[in-house]
C-alpha cells in the first residue's frame, strides 16, 4: 500500500474535505463527551440552540466571529505566503491598547466620523509594528519567524498589563487592572439593538471579500502566492520576494491589530488582559478549516464562534467543561489536515 | 551594587537555577533530537502542558511519583506518535502540524483537569519531589545546598543531556539520526530507514517534553493550573537553535537562561517599587528572542529539517 499524488485536484473533494473534517472533529469530541458521561447527541443540541437558540445568543454567535473573522484572514494572507506569523494574539491586543490610549487620551476629543477611521487604521498600523519584527529577523538574521512571533505574544501581553496597570489605568475601576475607557465617539454602532452585535461584523465580511479580491486580481496576490509555493522559483520569476514579503507581513498583522481595535470599540470599550480568549489562535484554526480561502474564513469563523459561544449554555446544562469547544476546534484543525491531504493524494495498493 | 552581589553570592540563586533549568533542559533535548532527525517539533508547549496535568493526576490518584513521570512520557510518547503519523507518514507542513498538536494537547489537557478536578477556591494539591542531599557533596559550604541539594528529575536532566551527547556523537545510531537529519536520501542508500528513525526520535523526544512538563507539577509546584507552562516549550525551541543542535551546548544554554530568569526573579525585589514587575517577565522572552538572533545565521542546521521525506519522490 503506498500514497500517490493525485493529477488534479477534484472539485467535489475540496468542497467535501472542510465538512468531513468537521463530522470527524466531532465524532471525536463525542467520544470524549461520552467517557465524560453525558449524552452526545443531546450536548450537540444544546451546543447549537446555545449559539442560535435565542435572539440574544444568535447576535452573540455573530459578535464572537467578528474577531475570528479577522484574525482568520490575518493567518490566511500569511501562511499563504508561507509566511508563518503566530503572533496574531500579541497584534491583537497592541492593536487593541493603542486604540484605548488615542481613544481614551490624545483623539479622544475628535467627532466620531474621524474618530473611529483614525482608531481603525491606529490600531492595524500598532499590528503592523509587532509583525515587522519577526520578519526582520527572518530577513536580516535568517531566525525562523515561529517562534520570534510567538515569543512576542508573551511580551505584548505583558506589555498590555503594564500599561493598565500603570499610565492607561482607569482610576474609577476600584484597583482593577483595565485602560480607561475610549470616548463615546469611538464606539461602533450597534447593527441590533439591545445586543452586543456592532458594526465590526460587517467590516470583517467586507474586508474578507477585499482580501479575495486582493489575492484573485492584483500582481501582489499572485506575487504572495508565488512566494508561498516557490520562493526560489519565484526570485528567478523576478518576484521582489522580501518587498512581498513585508507586504504580507503589513496585510497580516495590520489585520490582526484592526481584530483588537474593533473588539475594543463594537465590544468592550476598554482593554484588560482577558480580552482575547486566545482569538490569534483560534484564527489560525480558523485560517486552516477554509484553507486558506479568504471567503471560507467567513464559514469557518461562523463554525468556531458557533462551538465557543454553544459551549457554554451546553456546560451549564450538562456539567461537561467548556474546554470541549477548545478541543474540538483544535481536532478539527488536524482532520483538516489530513483532509486536505487526501484531497491531494490517493492510496493504492 | 551591594544588592547585586548579595543576589549572585547567594546559594539560593543557583540552587533556583537548577530548579528553572530542569524543565528546559528536557524541551530542549526533546526538540532537540526530533529535529537531529529532520522533524520540528512545535507540539512541544501543548505536549509539556499535557505531562504536566497527566503526571499530576497520576500522583493525586494515588500513583508515586516516578510511575506519575513514566505516566507523563507516556503520555507525550503517543502525542509524538501522532506527530508522526501527520508529518513522517503524511508529510504534512510540520509548522502547522505542531501548532494543531499543541492547541489540541493542551486544550485537552483542561478539559481532562476540569472533567476530574471541578472548580474550587484553592487548587488541589499533592507531595512533590523533595530535595536529595547527596552524601558529603551537599554539606559543602555554598556549592552543597545550591547544587547538590536538587530534586532527583534535575539530577536526572544533567544526566540525560551528557547521555544524549553521547549518544547523537559516538554510537551508530547517533550517526544514523543525524544522517537521517542531514540527507534522507543519502541514508536510506545506506541501508537505514528513515522513517523508522524520524519515527523514534520523535516519539522519544515527545516523551521527554512531555517529563519536562511533568517536572513543573511534580516538583517545582505541587499542583496543576492552566497556562503554568508559560511558553517554556517555545524557550525550548530557541535553545535549540541557541545550542546549535548540540545536547552538551543545550544543557549550558540551559543554565545560562535560567541564570538571568531566576537573577531578574530576585531583582525584582529590589527594584519592584521602581521598575512594573510586568519588564522583569518579559526578559526571558526577550532574551530568546535575542538569543535566536545572535546564533541563527551562524547555526548549522540539519539540512533536511521540515523536509518531508517519501521513498522515490523527491
Known amino acids: ?349 | 551594587m551591594m544588592a547585586l552581589i548579595d543576589i549572585v553570592s547567594s546559594a539560593g540563586l543557583w540552587a533556583a537555577v537548577l530548579r528553572i533549568a530542569t524543565p528546559l533542559i528536557f524541551g530542549t533535548l526533546g526538540a532537540l533530537l526530533c529535529e537531529r532527525a529532520g522533524v520540528l517539533n512545535l507540539g512541544i508547549e501543548g505536549i509539556m502542558t499535557f505531562g504536566a496535568m497527566i503526571g499530576w493526576l497520576a500522583v493525586f490518584h494515588g500513583a508515586d511519583l516516578w510511575t506519575g513521570l513514566l505516566i507523563a512520557a507516556f503520555a507525550g510518547a503517543v502525542f509524538g506518535l501522532l506527530h508522526a503519523l501527520l508529518t513522517v507518514t503524511l508529510g504534512l507542513s510540520q509548522h502547522v502540524t505542531g501548532l494543531g498538536i499543541t492547541l489540541f494537547a493542551s486544550s485537552l489537557s483542561y478539559f481532562i483537569f476540569r472533567l476530574v478536578v471541578p472548580l474550587a477556591g484553592t487548587p488541589p494539591t499533592i507531595v512533590p519531589f523533595q530535595p536529595i542531599d547527596i552524601p558529603l557533596l551537599s554539606g559543602l559550604p555554598f556549592l552543597g545546598p545550591a547544587l547538590f541539594a536538587q530534586t532527583a528529575p534535575t539530577y536526572l536532566a544533567i544526566f540525560l543531556a551528557l547521555a544524549m551527547g553521547y549518544l547523537i556523537f559516538r554510537t551508530p545510531l547517533g550517526l544514523t539520526i543525524r544522517m537521517t537529519g542531514e540527507n534522507p536520501h543519502a541514508a536510506e542508500a545506506q541501508g537505514i530507514d528513515p522513517i523508522r528513525i524520524r519515527y523514534g526520535a520523535i516519539i522519544a523526544g515527545s516523551a521527554l517534553m512531555a517529563v519536562g512538563g511533568a517536572f513543573l507539577t511534580l516538583s517545582a509546584f505541587n499542583s496543576f493550573f492552566p497556562t503554568m507552562v508559560q511558553g517554556r516549550g517555545w524557550i525550548s525551541i530557541a535553545l535549540v537553535v541557541f545550542a546549535s543542535w548540540q545536547p552538551g551546548r543545550a544543557l549550558l544554554g540551559a543554565l545560562l537562561f535560567a541564570f538571568f530568569d531566576a537573577f531578574q526573579l530576585r531583582l525584582q525585589t529590589v527594584l519592584g517599587g521602581v521598575v512594573p514587575y510586568q519588564l522583569f517577565l518579559m526578559t526571558p522572552y526577550l532574551l530568546s528572542i535575542a538569543a535566536l538572533a545572535v546564533t541563527a545565521r551562524r547555526a548549522r542546521v540539519p539540512q533536511a529539517l521540515m523536509q518531508p521525506y517519501r521513498r522515490g519522490e523527491r
Not at chain 1, 465524532?27 to 440574544?56: D, K, M, Q
Not at chain 1, 482608531?119 to 535568517?142: E, Q
Not at chain 1, 489530513?338 to 491531494?344: D, E, K, R, S, V
Open chain 1, 1 to 349: 500500500m503506498r500514497l500517490e499524488r493525485r493529477d488534479h485536484r477534484p472539485l467535489y473533494l475540496v468542497v467535501a474535505a472542510p465538512i468531513a473534517a468537521v463530522i470527524a472533529a466531532l465524532a471525536i469530541a463525542g467520544v470524549l463527551i461520552a467517557l465524560a458521561g453525558a449524552p452526545v447527541f443531546e450536548a450537540y443540541w444544546r451546543i447549537l440552540t446555545g449559539a442560535f437558540g435565542t435572539r440574544l445568543s444568535a447576535t452573540e454567535t455573530l459578535t464572537r466571529a467578528t474577531p475570528l473573522m479577522l484574525t482568520g484572514l490575518a493567518a490566511a494572507v500569511a501562511f499563504r505566503a508561507r509566511l508563518w506569523n503566530i503572533g496574531a494574539e500579541g497584534q491583537f491586543y497592541l492593536g487593541a491598547i493603542t486604540v484605548a490610549a488615542l481613544g481614551s487620551k490624545l483623539l479622544a476629543g475628535l467627532p466620531a466620523a474621524l474618530l473611529i477611521p483614525a482608531l481603525l487604521v491606529a490600531g492595524a498600523v500598532a499590528g503592523m509594528v509587532l509583525i515587522l519584527v519577526p520578519l526582520w529577523l527572518r530577513l536580516r538574521f535568517s531566525v525562523d519567524e515561529v517562534v520570534t512571533s510567538l515569543l512576542l505574544n508573551f511580551v505584548a501581553l505583558l506589555f498590555v498589563s503594564m500599561l493598565i496597570d500603570g499610565v492607561l489605568k482607569d482610576p474609577l475601576a476600584f484597583g482593577w487592572p483595565q485602560s480607561m475607557p475610549v470616548s463615546d465617539h469611538a464606539l461602533l454602532p450597534k447593527l441590533v439593538a439591545r445586543s452586543r452585535l456592532h458594526v465590526g461584523f460587517i467590516i470583517a465580511i467586507a474586508i474578507a471579500f477585499a482580501v479575495y479580491f486582493l489575492q484573485s486580481r492584483t500582481v501582489f496576490g499572485l506575487r504572495s502566492r508565488a512566494a508561498g509555493l516557490n520562493p526560489a522559483g519565484a526570485v528567478f520569476a523576478g518576484v521582489p520576494l522580501g518587498m512581498t514579503l513585508v507586504k504580507v507581513a503589513c496585510l497580516s498583522g495590520g489585520l490582526a491589530g484592526l481584530a483588537g481595535a474593533i473588539e475594543v470599540m463594537g465590544v468592550k470599550g476598554y482593554v484588560t488582559t482577558d480580552l482575547s480568549p486566545g482569538f490569534g489562535y483560534s484564527g489560525i484554526i480558523v485560517a486552516m478549516l477554509a484553507n486558506l480561502h479568504p471567503i471560507g474564513v467567513i464559514a469557518a469563523a461562523l463554525f468556531t464562534a458557533t462551538m465557543f459561544v454553544g459551549a457554554d449554555g451546553m456546560s451549564r446544562a450538562l456539567g461537561i467543561p467548556t474546554y470541549i469547544a477548545d478541543v474540538t476546534v483544535a481536532v478539527s484543525l488536524l482532520t483538516m489536515l489530513i483532509a486536505l491531504f487526501f484531497t491531494q493524494y490517493r492510496i493504492r495498493r
